[in-house]
C-alpha cells in the first residue's frame, strides 16, 4: 500500500478540477432555474396566445370581455360573471370576466396578511428583543414547525371543522376577539402594580408562558359573557341581527374563515424571516440607544424596527407572495363563490382554485383551457412583480441603512 | 371531502390495488370459461370511475385474462381519447357535443357509437329537519339563478319566500363546480339554460355538496342520487300541474322526475366490423342483469329492460340475459 501523499502539483490540479466541477454544477443549477422560469412564463404565453390572435375561423376574445364586464343582459343583475361554461358553448355573449377572482384572490390574501402580519412582526419583535433566550430556542422551532404543514390539512381543519364550529358560535368568536386586547392590557397594568416580590415571580422575558392562562382566563370570560353581549347589543342573535338588520349576507366558508387559515400558515416564514432580521441588528446598536436614555420601546421602535426594515419587508412580501399563490387552503376553506364584495363574511373564490378546480375538466387546446392558462399567467406575473418589488425595495432600504450596520 | 386531483389519485390507487390481485387470479382460474386475453382500456367520466371499476372486477372474475387500464378524469377527456384512438370505450355522464362528434368523423370517417348503460339523477337536497317537500322548476331557478329564465317573476332569496318558516333569512346556495356535467344538467333543465348566481358556493364533488348542507339548515344544493345521505333530504320536484315526484329510481326509469340524465358509454367501432373480444365481453356483462344490478347497488338506476334488451339486440350480443 503506498502512504506517500501524491505531488503537490498533481494535488493541486486536483483540487482546481474539483472547483472546477462545483462551480459548473453552481453555474449550470441557477442558470437552469432561470431557464424553468422562463420556460414556465414562455409556455403560459404561448399557449395564451390564441385567445387573442385565434388561427382558424374562432373569434378572438376581447380583453373587455377579460377585464371589463362583458355586455351585460337585461336580465342579469352581475356585471362581472365568471360561467365560461355556460356563455362559451351556447353561442351567448361570452361572460369569462377574471375580475371576480382576480378580486377574490387579492382579497384572501390581503385578509390572510391582516392577520398574520401584525402577528408575526409582534412576536418576531418579542421574542428577538424581550424573550429569555431559553424561551427563545424552545418557540422558534415550533413556530417552524407550523409552517411543515401542508396547505391540504389546514384548508381542511378550516373548511371542515372550523368554519361550522364558528357560524355555530359566531357571538363567542366575536367577543373572543373583542375582549383580547382590552385582556392582554389589563395584564400589563395589573403586573406593574404588582408587589415588587410578585412582578419577580413573573418576569417579562418569561410572559410568553404565564400569558397563556391568563389568555385562557380571558377567553373563558369571554365565551361566558358572549350571550349577554348578543342578547345586549344585537337583539338576542348576532347572526339574525347581521343578516336582517344590516342586510350582511354570511356564509359558513367565508373570506374571514379563509384569511385566518392562510395567515396561520404564511405567519411561520413571516416571522421567521423578520425574526431573522430583527436579531440580525447588532447588540450595540440597542445598547447605545438605552445607554443614551432610550427606553426599551423607543429602541425598538426608533432604532431596531429602522435598521431591521429591509428584512422585515421582505418577510411581509414572501408571505404576501404565498399568499397570493396558495390554492388549497383557499379552494377547501371558501365557498368558491365568485362575489366581489367587501363584506368578510361572504364567500370568494380565487384565481389559484378556479385552475385547480377547473382545469381537469377543460378539454386542453378549447377556449376554456386557455382562459385558465390565462389566469396561471396571470398569476404568474403578479408573483413575479411582487417578489421583484420586493427586492428592489429591499435593496434600496439596505443601501440606505446599511450605515447603521442593519441587518439584511 | 372528495377534492379533484385527490380523487384522481384514489381512482389511480383502487387501480393499481386491483391489478396487483389479478396478476394472482389470472393464475389460478385460467381454466374457467373461453379465455379472452387482451386489454380493456377505458378513458373518461369520473362519476361513473366507480360503475367502471365494478363492472371491471365482475368482467376480470369472468375472464382472467383480460387486463384493466380503467382512467377517470372527468367526461371532457372522453372524446380525445377516442379521437385519437388511444381507448375504444369512452364513458361520459353527458352526451357528446357536436364539436366533439366532428371531430370523430373527421378523424375515423364514422361516427361513434353511442350506448346508453346506466341512468342517474339530480337531487335537490336541504338540510333533513328542514320542513320544504318539494319545489318547481320555476322556483328552482328564482333561487339558483339570476337571469330567471324560467320565468319566475322575482328572485327568491329568503326561505320565508318559500313558504316555509323554520330557517329563517337567506337561502345559501350549494352546488358543483363549472366544468362539471352535473352542473351543466341542472343549468339545463332547472335554469332553463339560464345563469347561476355567483353567490352559489361549488365544491368540487357531489359528496361535498351533500356534507355542506348537512352541516347547514339554511342550505340548499343539488348533488347526484348515489351521494345522498341520512344528514339531508331530498326534494321532489313539483310539475307544472302542481303533483310533486319524488327521485325513487322508478320515477327516474320511466323519465317521469325532470332532473335525470343517461349516462353513456362512446365506442370507436368501424361499420360491419365486429368489436374485440375484450370490449364485446364488456359490453356483454354491462347489459346484461348482472351488470345492471351493479348499477343499482352504486346508487345508480337501472336502465327499461327493453331498452337494455334493444341494445343487446343491437350490439348482436348473444342473448344469454
Known amino acids: 500500500m503506498l502512504d506517500s501523499p501524491p505531488p503537490t502539483a498533481v494535488r493541486r490540479r486536483l483540487r482546481q478540477g474539483r472547483d472546477r466541477l462545483a462551480t459548473a454544477l453552481i453555474t449550470a ?15 403560459l404565453a404561448v399557449e395564451v396566445v390564441p385567445l387573442f390572435w385565434p388561427s382558424g375561423e ?27 361554461t355556460a356563455t362559451l358553448t351556447s353561442g351567448e355573449a361570452p361572460r369569462i370576466s377574471l375580475v371576480p377572482l382576480a378580486w377574490g384572490t387579492l382579497e384572501a390574501a390581503a385578509w390572510a396578511l391582516a392577520i398574520a402580519v401584525p402577528l408575526a412582526l409582534g412576536a418576531a419583535a418579542h421574542s428577538s428583543l424581550f424573550m429569555s433566550r431559553r424561551l427563545r430556542s424552545r418557540l422558534k422551532p415550533t413556530l417552524e414547525l407550523m409552517e411543515a ?11 371542515l371543522v372550523l368554519a361550522p364550529w364558528v357560524e355555530r358560535h359566531l357571538a363567542e368568536v366575536v367577543a373572543c376577539l373583542v375582549l383580547l386586547v382590552p385582556g392582554l392590557l389589563l395584564a400589563g397594568g395589573l403586573r406593574s ?28 370570560a369571554s365565551v361566558w359573557l358572549a350571550p ?47 425574526e431573522d432580521a430583527l436579531s440580525g441588528v447588532p447588540a450595540s446598536l440597542a445598547e447605545g440607544a438605552q445607554a443614551l436614555g432610550a427606553t426599551r420601546w423607543q429602541t425598538l421602535w426608533r432604532v431596531v424596527l429602522p435598521a431591521a426594515s429591509p428584512g422585515i419587508f421582505s418577510a411581509v412580501m414572501i408571505g404576501a407572495g404565498r399568499a397570493v ?15 366581489m364584495t367587501l363584506n368578510p363574511l361572504d364567500g370568494l373564490r380565487s384565481l389559484a382554485a378556479t385552475i385547480a378546480i377547473e382545469l381537469p375538466e377543460a378539454g386542453p387546446g378549447g377556449v376554456h383551457y386557455q382562459l385558465l392558462l390565462l389566469a396561471a399567467l396571470a398569476l404568474f406575473v403578479f408573483t413575479f412583480l411582487v417578489n421583484t418589488l420586493a427586492e428592489l425595495v429591499r435593496t434600496r432600504l439596505r443601501r440606505r441603512y446599511r450605515r447603521l450596520g442593519g441587518g439584511s | 371531502m372528495s377534492v379533484v386531483p385527490f380523487r384522481r389519485l384514489i381512482h389511480w390507487l383502487l387501480l393499481i390495488a386491483f391489478c396487483v390481485p389479478l396478476a394472482q387470479a389470472q393464475a389460478d382460474d385460467r381454466d374457467r370459461g373461453e379465455a379472452i386475453v387482451g386489454t380493456l382500456g377505458t378513458m373518461g367520466s369520473d362519476t361513473m370511475a366507480g360503475l367502471m371499476l365494478r363492472w371491471g372486477e365482475a368482467l376480470v372474475r369472468r375472464h382472467p385474462g383480460i387486463r384493466l387500464q380503467l382512467q377517470a378524469s372527468g367526461s371532457a377527456s372522453a372524446p380525445p381519447a377516442l379521437v385519437a384512438g388511444t381507448t375504444r370505450l369512452g364513458p361520459m355522464s353527458r352526451p357528446m357535443s357536436d364539436a366533439e362528434r366532428h371531430a370523430f368523423v373527421a378523424r375515423h370517417g364514422y361516427p361513434p357509437r353511442e350506448l346508453t348503460v346506466a341512468r342517474d339523477a339530480l337531487v335537490v337536497v336541504v338540510h333533513r329537519h328542514n320542513p320544504l317537500a318539494g319545489l318547481g322548476r320555476r322556483e328552482l331557478d328564482a333561487v339558483f339563478s339570476d337571469t330567471r329564465r324560467c320565468g319566475a317573476p322575482a328572485a327568491i332569496r329568503d326561505w320565508q319566500a318559500l313558504g316555509v318558516d323554520w330557517p329563517e333569512g337567506r337561502i345559501r346556495l350549494h352546488g358543483r363546480n363549472a366544468a362539471s356535467g352535473t352542473q351543466a344538467l341542472f343549468r339545463r333543465v332547472a335554469l332553463c339554460s339560464g345563469l347561476f348566481r355567483p353567490a352559489v358556493n361549488e365544491h368540487p364533488g357531489s359528496a361535498a355538496v351533500v356534507a355542506a348542507v348537512a352541516e347547514d339548515p339554511r342550505s340548499i344544493g343539488y348533488a347526484g342520487l348515489n351521494h345522498l345521505t341520512s344528514g339531508v333530504k331530498a326534494l321532489a320536484h313539483r310539475i307544472d300541474d302542481g303533483t310533486l315526484r319524488a327521485p325513487d329510481p322508478e320515477a327516474v326509469r320511466r323519465g317521469e322526475y325532470a332532473l335525470s340524465r343517461d349516462l353513456y358509454l362512446y365506442l370507436n367501432v368501424p361499420p360491419g366490423e365486429a368489436l374485440p373480444a375484450p370490449e364485446r365481453a364488456f359490453l356483454d356483462l354491462v347489459l346484461s342483469p348482472a351488470g345492471q344490478a351493479v348499477v343499482e347497488e352504486l346508487g345508480f338506476v337501472a336502465l327499461p329492460e327493453a331498452q337494455r334488451r334493444r341494445q343487446r339486440r343491437a350490439l348482436a350480443l348473444d342473448d344469454g340475459g
Not at chain 1, 232 to 237: Q, R, S
Not at chain 1, 242 to 270: H, K, Q, T, W, Y
Open chain 1, 193 to 220: 402594580r404588582l408587589p415588587a416580590r410578585w412582578r419577580e415571580a413573573l418576569p417579562l422575558g418569561w410572559a410568553g408562558l404565564w400569558l397563556v392562562p391568563w389568555l385562557a382566563l380571558v377567553l373563558a
Open chain 1, 228 to 274: 349577554w353581549l348578543e342578547a345586549l347589543a344585537f337583539d338576542g342573535d348576532l347572526r339574525r341581527f347581521l343578516e336582517l338588520r344590516l342586510g350582511l349576507d354570511i356564509a359558513v366558508r367565508n373570506a374571514l374563515i379563509v384569511g385566518a387559515a392562510m395567515g396561520f400558515a404564511v405567519m411561520p416564514s413571516i416571522y421567521a424571516l423578520a
Open chain 1, 325 to 339: 399563490g396558495e390554492t388549497m387552503i383557499v379552494l377547501m376553506a371558501s365557498g368558491n363563490a365568485a362575489l
Open chain 1, 29 to 43: 443549477g441557477g442558470i437552469g432555474v432561470i431557464a424553468a422560469l422562463l420556460a414556465i412564463g414562455l409556455f
Open chain 1, 149 to 159: 404543514l401542508p396547505g391540504v390539512v389546514v384548508g381542511f381543519v378550516a373548511g
Open chain 1, 58 to 84: 374562432a373569434s378572438a376574445i376581447h380583453a373587455e370581455a377579460l377585464w371589463g364586464g362583458g355586455e351585460t343582459a337585461a336580465e342579469d343583475a352581475t356585471r362581472h360573471r365568471w360561467a365560461p
